[in-house]
């Protein structure tokens, strides 16, 4: 079974500063996804970034990249530049990949509080 | 193109009571998910439709129960409910593909 492991409950900054979110899992599988989500107050849960495992260069998405260590199992997330509206629970999810089976479910890890201050 | 709905928003019900939270998936997606999320967790993946028919299954009773329509919606039933089913229920849908697409969830409180 997967597991995702996300070390730190809250986290807050000042607007403009950059910030980094941890996330470790443990998988005996060679192929999978990663993948970071948002989700506000609003409760809807928003993709921000999404990482292959089979591609050794770091998905970029804006303001948002990752620092994805296979054989360490860690994949961190950095916001740069962070504004008020970044202020969220981020979670840090696993999915196998599966060939020609379609979408499979998705494990997340336990969430990280972030505040971004004015 | 509307993303994924669902219904109601939130709902309040007593125990031993059952429930029936539906979604819709966003246009041409044909797999639902839902997951079950706790106050302050992660959410819990508790089933997979596909065609139809349940794909995958997470950790969680025969209690929690669902189906597919043929127009790819998706309905979450809950039996005979307990005070630890009270959560954000959400629904995702995906195409072919890794994706996930989440709807706005339902907040479900058993008192």
């Known amino acids: 079974a997967q597991t995702v492991t996300q070390s730190q409950p809250e986290m807050s900054v000042q607007e403009a500063e950059t910030v980094t979110l941890s996330c470790t899992y443990d998988t005996s599988e060679n192929n999978y996804y990663l993948f970071w989500y948002k989700q506000p107050p609003s409760r809807q849960m928003i993709l921000v970034i999404r990482?292959?495992?089979?591609?050794?260069q770091n998905a970029t998405e804006n303001r948002f990249s990752v620092n994805f260590q296979k054989a360490a199992k860690s994949f961190s997330l950095k916001i740069s530049d962070s504004q008020l509206g970044d202020t969220a629970m981020y979670f840090c999810?696993?999915?196998?990949?599966?060939?020609?089976?379609?979408?499979?479910?998705?494990?997340f890890g336990q969430g990280t509080r972030l505040t971004i201050n004015p | 193109d509307a993303g994924v709905t669902q219904s109601p928003t939130h709902l309040i019900k007593t125990r031993g009571q059952q429930v029936t939270l539906r979604c819709s998936p966003k246009?041409?997606?044909?797999?639902v998910s839902w997951y079950q999320q706790a106050l302050g967790q992660g959410p819990q993946f508790i089933f997979q439709?596909?065609?139809?028919?349940?794909?995958q299954r997470g950790n969680f009773p025969d209690r929690f129960s669902g189906h597919q329509f043929p127009n790819y919606s998706s309905e979450l039933n809950v039996n005979a409910l307990l005070l630890g089913d009270s959560a954000l229920y959400l629904c995702?849908?995906?195409?072919?593909?890794?994706?996930?697409?989440f709807g706005p969830g339902t907040r479900l409180t058993v008192l």
């Open positions: 246009s041409g997606h044909d797999t």
């Open positions: 995702a849908s995906s195409p072919e593909g890794a994706r996930q697409f």
């Open positions: 999810a696993f999915m196998k990949q599966l060939l020609y089976q379609g979408a499979q479910k998705l494990v």
């Open positions: 990482q292959e495992a089979y591609k050794q």
């Open positions: 439709y596909y065609e139809e028919e349940e794909r």
